[in-house]
């Protein structure tokens, strides 16, 4: 995710358009999905991250930041790993606990995000692909349940199999229904768009969500409404969550600028899905600006 400048895409074949045409792009969200989503990224690097229940309650979806490909990118087998955060404040001691928790009393999404930086993944058939589906099912397991999976596995010079993406999505939300399938894409890529859009049409995906942060120009307010205006009219607002970073660092906005930007983004997209935001550790470092300020904004509360 952290400096995540992607390229990605291939052609989509006539059998995945056929399968867009049959389940069609627009219609009911799942069971799964929050009517409006307000995220955050958990990394697993830190030493001592807050434990999963006490991250502010505004967060009603959760990114486990990630898990990675045995082998390394690309992936020797389809396989993925999972390594807990540190224990500095008991996050790993209590992690699987604290995830249930966070489910089941908070009412929490907690979705698992694959590969992210320099941690690419290819599926060039579908033996890699049920290898891939197996370990997911295996950490939903081994976690006592999630509620999805982001796709972060198209970046740098990785570009996305979407046949074999789309099949492992529909694949996951057939064994867990209302699955949650999102993917952070670059905002300027059209490659990237294609992916998005055909995913989208073949019922595979329920949100894209373009990353405004960590790269030239990609935090300017102006650039950020012209491009979720692209996005918007790709894949329908509801389809479109806003990814955000809040850090006294270049490429990235302030708290202020981020809601004075979401502001304009709602009055232009009242049916924009939500935001989100990278990442949790430094929100919480700051007090939490971004999801007591731009939270309530996006929440309505």
């Known amino acids: 995710m952290k400096l995540r400048h992607l390229v990605a895409g291939v052609c989509i074949t006539a ?50 930041f990630a898990a990675r490909p045995v082998g390394g ?117 059209a490659i990237d768009q294609r992916f998005c859009r055909d995913m989208l049409s073949a019922g595979a995906l329920d949100y894209c969500a373009p990353q405004y942060y960590d790269g030239p120009n990609l935090a300017d307010p102006a650039y950020v409404v012209a491009n979720v205006d692209q996005w918007v009219k790709l894949l329908g607002a509801s389809h479109v969550v806003v990814g955000f970073g809040i850090n006294n660092a270049p490429n990235f906005m302030s708290d202020a600028q981020v809601a004075t930007t979401w502001r304009e983004l709602q009055r232009r997209h009242p049916e924009l899905r939500g935001a989100f935001n990278w990442e949790l550790a430094t929100d919480e470092r700051q007090g939490w600006p971004f999801a007591r300020k731009v939270g309530a904004l996006v929440l309505g509360r």
């Open 73 to 189: 990118a690309p992936g020797t087998t389809g396989a993925v790993y999972w390594k807990a955060p540190g224990d500095g404040r008991a996050a790993a001691a209590h992690f699987k606990d604290d995830l249930q928790f966070a489910r089941r009393v908070q009412g929490r999404k907690i979705v698992l995000s694959v590969g992210g930086d320099g941690n690419g993944m290819s599926f060039p058939d579908r033996a890699k692909s049920r290898t891939f589906v197996a370990s997911i099912a295996e950490l939903y397991r081994e976690f006592g349940g999630i509620d999805g999976l982001d796709w972060n596995t198209f970046q740098a010079n990785q570009r996305p199999d979407t046949v074999e993406m789309i099949w492992i999505s529909l694949e996951l939300k057939r064994l867990y229904p209302g699955f949650i399938i999102s993917a952070p894409p670059a905002p300027w890529s």
């Open 15 to 64: 059998v995945v358009a056929a399968v867009g045409a049959t389940l069609g792009m627009q219609g009911p969200a799942p069971g799964g999905l929050p009517a409006r989503v307000l995220a955050g990224y958990y990394p697993a690097w830190y030493d001592a991250p807050v434990r999963l229940r006490d991250i502010d309650p505004h967060y009603g979806l959760v990114y486990l």
